[in-house]
């Protein structure tokens, strides 16, 4: 499930660029578009955090991921900025009820196992990433149409669905409790490095493919490099993190992870050149790779609140920065320019490195 929530958002982000192109937007108009999906998460907040008490987050996690795979088949059918705005508030909103089911299903393997598996379920996720990647550079290589190639995800992941239903876990809550509880202040400051690495993480799933276009000037069948060794790192990393974190400790993983973070971006953006902002972006991935899945390891052992609830505060805070990002980078570079847009996210890299430091975990 992980896998397939992770190829539905990479499928539309490597089509972004044909979508820009398509509906003849600029840089600020596509931003302000791109605000359209924090919306549709904002708005699925209360919905997402009622309904998961009711029906459990497999249930929640089957149906939210199907409307999710569907409402990428209408990002390729719309015609026009409205319709375009309509279809991504509807992603965004299914997303953020399979973000926090799938994670919810998540913690509860990795009690069942006794050990850390959490960063691999997210490393499954950016195998996706890198996958859809390599699947959109084909699609656009191969000149078909975005919503043809988001037909043929959504019949892969309704297959896929119905053959792992049998082998979720069925946690329907008999006690729901509140709806929103208010995290504490370690969970808040989980949730702020969640945020800051997810800005980053999300810049470059938007824009990564635009820079390599226009900043980079990448030939037209490359212009998905960056995006796909940013997603290559960030998958291998993910697969190592449990290990690094057990040895070196949680903190100086968050720390070293946000400086390579950092670093990675501010070579992209001093060097816009093919080799080293790939290698720059090598670098982003291996930085982003361990944050999310530690921080929501570590909120999943919270001793004030519930794991399910605590996961609930802590992912909302990440993913929405994941959301918001990319629409800031598209009004900052509509102001000034793409570089400059980059510039800013490196400064949230080095902000999980500052915030991981006076953090208690």
Request: hydrophobic letters at 55%.
């Amino acid at each position: 499930m992980f896998f397939m929530t992770g190829l539905c958002f990479s499928s539309w982000t490597s089509r972004i660029a044909t979508i820009q192109q398509t509906l003849d937007l600029s840089e600020a108009a596509l931003g302000g578009v791109l605000f359209a999906l924090p919306v549709g998460l904002m708005c699925s907040l209360p919905f997402s955090g009622w309904i998961i008490t009711k029906i459990g987050s497999r249930n929640l996690l089957v149906a939210a991921l199907v409307v999710y795979s569907l409402s990428l088949v209408t990002l390729g059918l719309a015609q026009n900025v409205i319709q375009l705005v309509i279809c991504l508030v509807i992603f965004g909103f299914s997303s953020n009820a399979v973000n926090i089911s799938v994670n919810t299903q998540a913690v509860a393997a990795e009690e069942l196992y006794k050990r850390p598996i959490l960063a691999s379920f997210h490393g499954l996720w950016s195998l996706a990433g890198f996958t859809g990647g390599l699947i959109g550079v084909f699609m656009m290589r191969m000149h078909i149409i975005p919503w043809h190639h988001f037909a043929i995800i959504l019949g892969i992941i309704l297959l896929i669905v119905f053959i792992t239903i049998p082998y979720l876990k069925n946690d329907k809550v008999v006690d729901s409790g509140p709806v929103f509880v208010m995290p504490d202040n370690s969970l808040i400051k989980l949730g702020a490095i969640a945020f800051c690495s997810m800005i980053c993480e999300g810049a470059m799933f938007d824009w990564s493919v635009i820079y390599f276009k226009k900043v980079v000037l990448a030939p037209i069948d490359w212009i998905g490099a960056g995006f796909t060794a940013f997603m290559a790192t960030m998958a291998l990393g993910r697969f190592v993190a449990d290990s690094f974190a057990h040895r070196f400790g949680l903190k100086r993983t968050m720390q070293i992870s946000g400086m390579l973070t950092a670093t990675g971006l501010l070579i992209a953006v001093i060097f816009p050149h093919f080799y080293t902002a790939l290698i720059g972006f090598l670098f982003v991935g291996a930085g982003v790779s361990s944050v999310v899945p530690m921080v929501y390891s570590a909120a999943g052992k919270s001793k004030t609140m519930k794991p399910g609830v605590a996961l609930a505060a802590v992912s909302t805070l990440g993913f929405m920065g994941f959301l918001i990002g990319p629409p800031i980078i598209g009004f900052i570079a509509g102001l000034a320019t793409l570089r400059a847009s980059f510039t800013l996210i490196a400064m949230m890299g080095i902000c999980v490195t500052i915030v991981s430091t006076k953090a208690k975990i």
